[in-house]
């Protein structure tokens, strides 16, 4: 089955440590995307790749940061220079404009 | 700017209720319009969209949307709903020449009671 798959499901962080969340497709889709969704609020962007070892800021891009390295791949790596980072993450691929996107089932990321 | 509204943060409506989710968008160029759905603690998942052809969408699970361009509007209909509707509902649009880069709303909870 074609999909986009996000590890670990929970994950949980010490104050000053840097974490990464996985985020796997198989569905060849060039562009993927990750958002930040805090409880009740929508989608806030972080970073988005259009193609492999190329990648942009969202709108709230600092103390995250990303690489693409493979088309499959596009991990989230959340530095201790983010200060809240408490949140539920949201992987997404896409195949282009007409298509939308297709949704991981995220990584709740807590700090402890 | 591009952007999109959706005016309520929640909908309540009975079962067996038609229920209206509203959704407004600015874009310049031809927009192309999306619904997804979130149950607690899951991905988002599509449920229709609007690239161009006929103004009324249909799509998963019942529910449907009407495009309207003097309206800039793309309103979610169900025309009965079901208990297990409930759940956070997003809009979101890209035009074209937007690289693919989705816009989205900030949602709306939908609570159908027994």
């Known amino acids: 089955d074609g999909g986009i798959t996000q590890s670990p499901k929970y994950l949980f962080r010490k104050e000053g440590q840097n974490v990464t969340l996985s985020c796997e497709q198989n569905l060849n889709h060039d562009a993927m995307y990750w958002y930040r969704q805090d409880p009740g609020q929508g989608l806030r962007l972080i970073y988005y790749?259009?193609?492999?070892?190329?990648?942009q800021k969202g709108d709230i891009a600092e103390g995250y940061s990303v690489s693409r390295e493979k088309k499959e791949s596009f991990p989230l790596t959340v530095t201790s220079a983010q200060k809240n980072p408490t949140a539920f993450y949201l992987c997404?691929?896409?195949?282009?404009?007409?298509?939308?996107?297709?949704f991981g089932s995220g990584t709740r990321l807590t700090v402890v | 700017a591009q952007s999109v509204a959706q005016p309520e943060d929640q909908v309540n409506v009975a079962e067996g209720n038609p229920l209206t989710v509203k959704c407004t968008y600015s874009?310049?160029?031809?927009?192309?319009l999306f619904w997804y759905v979130q149950y607690p603690n899951r991905g988002l998942q599509f449920l229709l969209k609007?690239?161009?052809?006929?103004?009324l969408v249909k799509g998963s699970y019942g529910f449907e949307a009407e495009f309207n361009k003097s309206q800039t509007s793309f309103h979610l209909k169900k025309p009965s709903a079901l208990v297990s509707d409930s759940a956070l509902y997003f809009c979101a649009v890209v035009f074209s020449g937007g690289y693919n880069k989705l816009i989205f709303g900030a949602g709306t909870r939908l609570a159908v009671h027994p």
């Open positions: 997404a691929s896409g195949a282009g404009t007409n298509y939308g996107y297709t």
């Open positions: 874009v310049s160029g031809n927009p192309y």
């Open positions: 609007y690239i161009t052809g006929d103004n």
């Open positions: 790749s259009q193609i492999v070892n190329d990648f």
